[in-house]
């Protein structure tokens, strides 16, 4: 996607009852989902997602994390895109407290470095990171990789893939990975890098 390009990275935590062997319990399951602003109807393809979940039984929110500078926005829509970026941080901040992301002072001493040089780390992008406020959270997965293996899998994404896909990338299960995330099959270094090199970009 070009960086000419204005985007908006919408989050959609979705909520699904399920049944396992023993009985019914609750499940929940995020997705993050890119969508280019600069197509018409994007926001219509959204709302049309939006029913069909519905429809299904399934409960979802879909609400923008951010907004690049210099989009246009007349109020009512700031206005929307205000409370909507509150929902996208309060996803941010869940995904945090189950785990599934960690700060940067808990990355770091994992890998043995500085705070700052995590953070010069991420802006030379041999790391990613998502964005609550101030904030930078990293996906847990990089706990289970050396530093110069989770650089090589950052790296072996096509440029353009922004930071949402990339953390869907090691958030869900890969049927390429025996149905297992990331950080399950952690030992198969070499496997993960090609299916990052071919993920595809949302």
């Known amino acids: 996607m070009s960086t000419a390009t204005a985007s908006n990275t919408f989050a959609a935590g979705l909520s699904r009852q399920a049944a396992d062997d023993e009985g019914a319990a609750s ?7 890119e969508v280019d602003d600069a197509v018409p109807q994007a926001h219509v393809l959204i709302d049309q997602l939006y029913a069909a979940l519905r429809a299904h039984g399934i409960h979802a929110r879909v609400s923008p994390l951010g907004r690049e500078a210099g989009v246009p926005a007349n109020t009512a829509e700031e206005g929307r895109v205000a409370t909507d970026s509150h929902r996208g941080e309060a996803l941010i901040a869940a ?41 930078h959270y990293y996906p847990a997965a990089a706990l289970h990789f050396l530093r110069p293996d989770f650089e090589r899998i950052n790296r072996a994404f096509h440029a353009d893939v922004a930071s949402g896909p990339r953390l869907l990338f090691f958030t869900r299960k890969h049927g390429s990975l025996g149905g297992k995330t990331v950080a399950e099959a952690a030992e198969r270094t070499t496997d993960i890098v090609a299916l990052a090199s071919d993920w595809e970009r949302i």
């Open 27 to 33: 499940s929940s399951y995020a997705y993050l989902v």
């Open 95 to 135: 995904m945090a407290r189950d785990g599934s992301l960690i700060d940067g002072e808990t990355l770091a001493a994992a890998w043995g470095i500085t705070r700052q040089a995590l953070d010069k780390a991420r802006a030379r992008g041999e790391i990613f990171s998502v964005r609550m406020g101030r904030l």
